[in-house]
Each structure stands twice: as C-alpha cells, then as structure tokens.
C-alpha cells in the first residue's frame, strides 16, 4: 500500500506565522525519511469532516484537532513494530465524534507495512510501501490485490492515493516530517475528511 505527500506549507503553517519551508531536492527527498515515526512523535492536524445526518436530513461540516501519536514502539529480528493511536482513517469511521483506535505500522528496512498484531513480525502483514517512491508508480499490497496505491508527485513530497469502487483515500507525504494531509471521500452519500498537518513533535530513540 502506497502514502502520500504533503500539503503547501503556505498554507498550513502561513496561520501561525511560520517562515516557509526549504524545498527540499529530489536528493534530499530520497535520503529524508517519509515516516519518522518514534515513540513520543506526534501529528497535529486541522480535520474537517463534512457527513450526511440522516436524523438531520441535511449535510452537516464539524471542525477538530486531531492528533495522531506512537504510544510504543517493539524491535526483533529487523522489524519495528510502532503503535500508533489516532491515525488518520479514524476520522472516516463516526456517529458523533472520532474516536482514536490503536494500529500497527511496521518498518522493515525502508519499507512500511500496516501489522496484524503489536508483534514486531511480518506474518499477516499488508504490504504498503517501499521508499523512494516514484511518481506514477503503482503499488498492489498483493499480487491478487485488485485496488493498489497510486503515487504522485506533489510539492513537497508524494501522495499515495487509493481508489475503489465506493470511496477513495490519499495520504501526502512530506519526507523529514511524515503524513502532511489526509484526505477521503465516499461517492454517494456524503462522507468526507480532510485532516491537514499543523504540527509535528519528534519522538525519541526507538
């Protein structure tokens, strides 16, 4: 499974009067880490969720802060396994409010993987992307996978965006800083988020 890039940091990071980033070249891009994920680190995003109320029968909008964040962090035989709660897809899944779920993400060298279990292994796990990415690249969590992620160039990064049928998701990467903008959208009854980086904290040495 494939991620995505960042958002213009003009516009996330212009409100708080942040100065605007160095772009980063194609180099250095490679040799950043996309994902710097470490016990401690943190994501603070704007999210805007806009959803059909069928008690209301009307579209209704709600604004939050959302913050994603590695509650832990176990290492064996060249896997890390990262326990992350709050992340993004949460957002999709609501009656009222969000509630943030615990997953697994799993590095093995320099690829990522969603894990089955809190277990540093591979077994049971869903592929999701290898970096560097290329743009227009296409990645299938399987041979047999019928939806895989598509890869595209944005400005600070890449997005890994994956379509089906029914509804479609993308994930912005920006390299050094991790997942910069969320975004998904169901077709038909309405159900979108768009979850955009306001602020990231390191974590420590895992």
């Known amino acids: 499974m494939n991620v995505t890039t960042c958002l213009a940091c003009a516009a996330v990071l212009g409100a708080c009067s942040s100065p605007p980033k160095k772009h980063m070249t ?7 880490d996309p994902l710097p994920l470490a016990k401690g680190a943190s994501w603070t995003y704007n999210a805007t969720i806009k959803r059909f109320d ?13 913050v994603t964040e590695v509650v832990d962090a176990r290492a064996g035989n060249g896997v890390t396994a990262f326990r992350i709660k709050g992340w993004p897809t ?11 779920s615990e997953r697994t993400i799993l590095r093995s060298g320099n690829s990522f993987l969603f894990g089955e279990t809190p277990e540093p292994t591979l077994d049971g ?22 939806y895989c992620w598509q890869v595209s160039a944005v400005e600070t990064g890449y997005a890994l965006s994956y379509y089906t049928g029914p509804d479609e998701q993308t994930f912005e990467l920006e390299p ?30 895992h």
């Open 26 to 32: 194609q180099q250095e891009m490679i040799a950043a």
């Open 54 to 66: 069928a008690d209301a029968e009307k579209e209704i909008t709600r604004n939050l802060t959302w």
């Open 90 to 100: 949460d957002l999709v899944e609501f009656e009222h409010s969000p509630v943030a």
């Open 125 to 146: 796990a869903q592929g999701w992307f290898s970096w560097p990415v290329i743009d227009g690249q296409r990645i299938c969590p399987s041979a047999e996978s019928v």
């Open 176 to 205: 050094g800083t991790g997942v910069a903008r969320f975004h998904y959208a169901h077709h038909g009854t309405t159900n979108e988020v768009e979850a955009k980086l306001v602020s990231f904290a390191k974590g420590g040495k």
